[in-house]
């Protein structure tokens, strides 16, 4: 099994920025990649960003491209994701995930971006 808990949600005003975290333990998969969704009140739940473990290679969805960063740091088994430039419609629950199918989700994280 794989234990994902995310951190780093909050309250910010739109335009602010807030970093996530998401510490992976127990059996991990290092060919997986890692990866961030997110899920507002009343929608489904969208891709937001992922990284291979390597970190070589990234993916964004496009309504984050140029503001959102995912990384990872594989000595911790943590995955992050920087946002900057927050708008109110990045408000959502973000959950990381990984696995062959992205089968195994964290608790999820609010981020709430104010106007």
């Known amino acids: 099994q794989v234990q994902l808990v995310e951190s780093g949600g909050g309250l910010v005003q739109a335009g602010g920025s807030l970093r996530l975290s998401c510490a992976a333990s127990?059996?991990?998969?290092?060919?997986?990649?890692m990866g961030w969704f997110r899920q507002a009140p009343g929608k489904e739940r969208e891709f937001v960003a992922a990284?291979?473990?390597?970190?070589?290679?990234?993916a964004y969805a496009e309504s984050v491209k140029g503001r959102f960063t995912i990384s990872r740091d594989n000595n911790k088994n943590t995955v992050y994701l920087q946002m900057n430039s927050l708008k109110p419609e990045d408000t959502a629950v973000y959950y990381c995930?990984?696995?062959?199918?992205?089968?195994?989700w964290g608790q999820g994280t609010q981020v709430t971006v104010s106007s």
């Open positions: 127990g059996r991990t998969f290092s060919s997986n990649p």
């Open positions: 990284i291979v473990w390597s970190g070589s290679s990234t």
């Open positions: 995930s990984t696995g062959d199918t992205w089968d195994y």
